[in-house]
């Protein structure tokens, strides 16, 4: 159990599963462009640096009274909220069990109910809130470690002597800052002991670590391409270095040090800005990327900004080239299926870079989902900028268009809309993209912004779910996702295991992505060469699949998968009748001839799996497999799928 845990760490540590794969260019846009001294004569004095409402009439003036209202009633239903301690049997749940959702509830809703606290008591100026605010200040200080155990050694307990930074600890930290600025002088006048606790151990956890050896981090490799992790703490080390720091030197210096940081994530980003984490990361990754600009941005009165650079701009419109219909976006990976997007970030981004789609698209999303304001309780500062943007979102409605087709080719994502109501997305890719699945040919399908050939997507994380056990989950195996399997074999993880000869053909008549996806399978399958053509067919408003392949021998076995939440009538051979949860039919032919049909479900037993009772609004996930009969070594065979 100790060698899993370990090595569990050692992926989750978390430059992201696998992610050091990737290609870096060494673009390092902020270092070239501003050196150190640069940002020293830039920089804001810290008792100066006021980026945030701190009086009754300052908040009054820039929040809507209902959002004041609505603030000041969630702090109150927190009075009496117990921040309870965290307990070395929670500690080590991770390392007994594999659990990690006993310690984050605890953990996540003392911050959450902290801050939450923390802006009642500033808006409202009446110290109803301060002794609770004091508490989760004390309860938090006394913590040994800020972050979740799935993210230190094998040992589950925390090493007081060897302060790690994970995502949380990072988080805790800004939120702590955060607390510093909106109610320090009102701590102080309890005991002024209460804000050299905040600064000694912000220092401790996260300033020292960060300044004196950041290389000893993943998630800071100037050699491999890093994921969210990167952008998520150098937010956060930005907030709580810019609020907290009184040392101007040494605060330049960690601001300066974030910078750098991040352009190590920059540095793995593909020309054209896509995530491969997928929609529902991009909103821990290219946001907080935005996160860190506006922090910069403020910090040094516009003196330090990089909003024109053509790779921000792409990496922004990421998101929205990638929204499928509400709240459904484009699931490859552990992507989540389903997230209700913060429109007001989208909005105040496409404000910053002048990316009116990206406004437009916020501005639709504040509409749709108007208390979508940062929903995951993380990245606190992007909440508060939030709330200050309400008056500020211009009156005229929205007129967000849904883009037609995107083809990012440095992650081999195609996306795709028919005039039908035709959503597909497919993607080339390799098998060691950060939160990886092994899915190289995968294709998913929509029909009017419904879900009828899906990727199924990620089940709960627990130890298992980052260690050398995680593809003996289903829902990471190629053999749950719409791809063949070939003498009873699926796909490999690692970055020689990749689509080749990877064409995307977009026009009028078609949109349509080609790739040889043999190499992304295991050599004992036996495949020469397995060229697949994925296609929305425009005139005819049908998806086509369409395989060629060469074996080496004939096969023992030989199937088609493809996963679904609809309900299917499979009576008629040749066709598979799906109808969607509002009563649409989408028919899939294929040849009787050649194949025979047969359905399972996938487990949800188990704590990997528990999400998946409810993750499609209850309508469990289904596996239709086809099995070849004639098996030759040669062969053609396609699908066509339309509407009814």
């Avoid at 599963?17 to 150190?36: H, P, S």
């Avoid at 970030?345 to 749709?368: C, H, S």
């Avoid at 053999?479 to 000869?501: D, V």
């Amino acid at each position: 159990m100790k060698k899993l845990v370990i090595l569990t760490i050692v992926l989750f540590s978390q430059w992201g599963l696998m992610q050091g794969y990737a290609q870096v260019t060494q673009r390092n846009i902020l270092g070239n462009k501003y050196a150190l001294e640069v940002v020293k004569q830039s920089l804001i004095p810290q008792n100066q640096f006021k980026p945030y409402p701190k009086t009754v009439g300052e908040w009054k003036a820039a929040l809507p009274d209902s959002v004041i209202v609505r603030t000041i009633k969630t702090g109150e239903a927190l009075l009496d909220y117990k921040f309870e301690p965290i307990s070395a049997t929670l500690s080590l749940d991770f390392v007994r069990s594999g659990d990690r959702e006993r310690h984050s509830k605890i953990s996540f809703s003392k911050r959450n109910a902290l801050i939450d606290l923390v802006l009642a008591e500033s808006i409202e100026d009446k110290g109803r809130f301060t002794e609770a605010i004091l508490n989760g200040v004390w309860s938090i200080c006394e913590e040994s470690f800020w972050g979740v155990p799935a993210h230190i050694s094998g040992t589950g307990l925390p090493n007081v002597e060897d302060n790690i930074v994970d995502l949380f600890a990072a988080e805790t930290a800004s939120v702590l800052a955060l607390t510093d600025y909106f109610v320090g002088d009102k701590l102080d006048k309890i005991n002024k002991l209460i804000r050299k606790r905040i600064y000694h151990e912000t220092n401790q956890r996260l300033f020292i670590p960060m300044l004196k050896n950041p290389d000893r981090y993943g998630w800071m490799s100037k050699k491999n391409a890093v994921n969210n992790w990167n952008p998520w703490i150098m937010s956060n080390w930005m907030t709580a270095a810019l609020l907290l720091e009184k040392d101007e030197a040494r605060r330049a210096e960690s601001l300066h040090g974030a910078m750098l940081g991040l352009d190590l994530y920059l540095n793995g980003l593909g020309e054209d800005g896509g995530c491969d984490e997928g929609p529902s990361y991009w909103f821990a990754a290219g946001a907080c990327v935005f996160d860190c600009l506006e922090l910069l941005d403020e910090a040094t009165k516009n003196k330090v900004a990089i909003y024109n650079e053509p790779l921000i701009q792409k990496m922004a419109s990421y998101v929205y080239k990638t929204h499928i219909s509400n709240d459904y976006f484009v699931n490859f990976a552990d992507a989540d299926p389903k997230l209700k997007p913060d429109g007001i970030m989208l909005y105040r981004f496409g404000q910053k870079i002048n990316d009116p789609q990206l406004k437009q698209f916020g501005k639709w999303a504040i509409e749709k989902y108007p208390t979508a304001i940062s929903n995951n309780g993380f990245h606190r500062m992007r909440k508060i900028q939030n709330l200050l943007t309400f008056k500020n979102i211009e009156p005229a409605k929205n007129s967000y268009e849904p883009v037609r087709n995107a083809w990012f080719n440095d992650i081999q994502v195609l996306t795709t809309r028919a005039d039908n109501g035709f959503y597909m997305a497919t993607h080339g890719g390799h098998n060691a993209e950060s939160h990886n699945h092994n899915d190289v040919g995968d294709f998913l399908l929509y029909a009017n912004g419904e879900p009828v050939i899906i990727d199924a997507g990620r089940g709960n994380y627990t130890a298992r779910t980052f260690s050398s056990k995680r593809y003996e989950l289903w829902f990471t195996q190629s053999q749950y996702h719409n791809l063949p399997i070939i003498n009873g074999l699926g796909q490999i993880a690692g970055r020689s295991y990749e689509a080749t000869n990877v064409k995307s053909t977009v026009n009028d008549k078609e949109s349509s992505l080609s790739m040889n996806i043999a190499p992304s399978y295991d050599k004992a399958a036996g495949i020469a060469a397995w060229n697949r053509t994925v296609k929305l067919n425009r005139a005819k408003n049908t998806v086509e699949i369409n395989d060629d392949y060469a074996l080496n021998q004939k096969p023992n076995s030989l199937q088609q998968v493809f996963m679904t939440v609809c309900d299917i009538d499979t009576a008629t051979p040749g066709k598979v009748v799906f109808k969607t949860w509002k009563n649409q039919t989408v028919t899939l032919q294929y040849d009787p001839k050649l194949w025979s049909i047969s359905t399972d479900l996938p487990s949800t037993d188990g704590m990997e799996y528990v999400s998946f009772k409810t993750k499609w609004d209850n309508h469990p996930v289904q596996r239709i497999i086809l099995t070849n009969k004639p098996l030759a070594q040669k062969g053609k065979y396609g699908f066509t799928i339309g509407m009814n």
